[in-house]
């Protein structure tokens, strides 16, 4: 039996929930609870409100959904100045 097909919104998260969760407004209005996917939690992508992210949903619950991609902010880089390492 195939696995059944996975609907991929767009969306900006708008409110950050307890356990995780995020509170996501999608590209057609509509407004779902999403829950971050595990190779972002493994890989640390952290997510705030106003970022534009990718949600996969199941047909059968189309309130619920996992973010599977979050999509670089134009002016973030990466985590700031590198420091140097100490030495004598």
């Known amino acids: 039996m195939a696995k059944e097909e996975l609907l991929v919104m767009e969306g900006l998260i708008d409110e950050i929930l307890p356990d995780g969760r995020f509170g996501v407004k999608l590209d057609n209005e509509h407004r779902i609870i999403a829950y971050t996917a595990g190779k972002m ?37 990466p985590g700031g100045p590198r420091r140097r390492a100490f030495r004598r």
């Open 41 to 77: 939690r493994r890989f640390r992508i952290k997510s705030v409100v106003g970022d534009r992210v990718h949600v996969e949903m199941t047909p059968y619950d189309l309130s619920k959904g996992r973010i599977v991609f979050r999509e670089k902010t134009p002016g973030q880089g």
